[in-house]
């Protein structure tokens, strides 16, 4: 069974900083990773997705990198903004017996806070 | 385009209740899916369709039916709630097989079981 583990599981830094989550999973069968904000009371925005053939994806401030071979993935924030507090939580599909890809896995998150 | 739509908000049951939970989503996608999103144990797939006509059970399905008549509408229904099923709900939808398989989310129904 996948298991998906996001480390780590909070973090608090003053604004501007350059920060790194941390995501793992056990199979490296997946389809693709997907990397979602979460807002308080919200429901979840898609941010980057990474096909299994690809390395990385990158958009503005946020780059996810991904590591099939050992079950990595990390999502990097460039120069942080208060306005990116958020949980950010890392899923990954798996691959769906019919060819396609199944339904996602996820990590329990990781809960950002950007200080002014 | 309004992407993933759910309703209600929010709903509060006695147990024993019977309900359905409303998706929609108008992007024409094939795949659409629910989990359910509880502290402590992230979110976890209920039940998911690959196309009209087609279901199949996720993680946690005990408790829950869900059908596939349109490729707009993906209903979940609670049979008869219990206060284990108290949680919030979310409905995805994407794609599907062979493509990029973006998942993109509702804004989730908030339910609380007595």
């Known amino acids: 069974k996948q298991e998906v583990t996001q480390i780590p599981a909070a973090l608090s830094v003053p604004e501007g900083e350059n920060l790194v989550l941390n995501c793992s999973f056990t199979?490296?069968?997946?389809?693709?990773l997907q990397w979602f904000r979460q807002d308080p009371g919200k429901g979840l925005t898609s941010l980057l997705l990474?096909?299994?053939?690809?390395r990385e994806q990158t958009s503005g401030r946020l780059n996810a990198s991904l590591d099939k071979s050992s079950g990595r993935s990390t999502l990097y924030i460039a120069a942080s903004q208060p306005g990116d507090s958020a949980t950010y939580l890392c899923a990954v599909s798996a691959l769906y017996s019919g060819g396609g890809a199944d339904g996602l896995t996820f990590g329990k998150g990781t809960h950002l806070i950007i200080q002014p | 385009n309004a992407g993933v739509t759910q309703t209600p908000k929010f709903q509060v049951l006695k147990t024993g209740q019977s309900m359905t939970l409303q998706c929609a989503q108008d992007?024409?996608?094939?795949?659409m899916s629910w989990y359910r999103q509880d502290p402590g144990m992230g979110l976890r797939l209920i039940h998911y369709s690959v196309g009209a006509g087609i279901t199949d059970q996720g993680e946690v399905p005990n408790g829950y039916n869900v059908s596939r008549s349109t490729t707009e509408d993906f209903p979940l229904r609670l049979l008869s709630a219990a206060p284990s099923q108290t949680s919030v709900y979310f409905c995805?939808?994407?794609?599907?097989?062979?493509?990029?398989?973006?998942?993109?989310f509702g804004p989730g129904t908030r339910l609380t079981v007595l």
């Open positions: 199979d490296s069968a997946i389809y693709n």
């Open positions: 995805a939808s994407s794609q599907g097989q062979g493509v990029s398989n973006e998942q993109f």
């Open positions: 992007m024409n996608h094939e795949y």
């Open positions: 990474i096909q299994s053939s690809q």
